[in-house]
């Protein structure tokens, strides 16, 4: 298992609709009367300034988080994480959520917010 930036999935091979539709596929699984779309994705995708959190196994999509990040403000907030069903209680959420604590220090934000 392994955490990568979506940009960096891209560099290995995969196409952004792929994984825009992968996460759409994971939303839908679990946020099923209020899943978002590809557009919306994309959209958060563009606002997240490139930090979208992918987990991969095997070159396979199970998992992301995708933050936010907002001109002038002192913080992150974490919009959605999903973890594939078969891989929960594993650790998996935990080690993105910490991955977006890096992101957040490293970028001198205060907190983080969901």
Known sequence: MEIFFFEDLIKNGFSKTTIFNEIVKLEKE???KYHY??????????QSKVYTL?????????GYLIPLLFKNKDYLQILTIAIGEKYQKKGYGTKLIKKCEE????????????
């Open 30 to 32: 679990f946020f099923q």
């Open 37 to 46: 779309n590809v557009k919306d994705i994309k959209k958060f995708y563009w």
């Open 54 to 62: 992918i987990l991969l196994d095997k070159n396979r999509i199970i």
């Open 103 to 114: 992101i957040a220090k490293s970028l001198k934000l205060k907190k983080i917010i969901v």
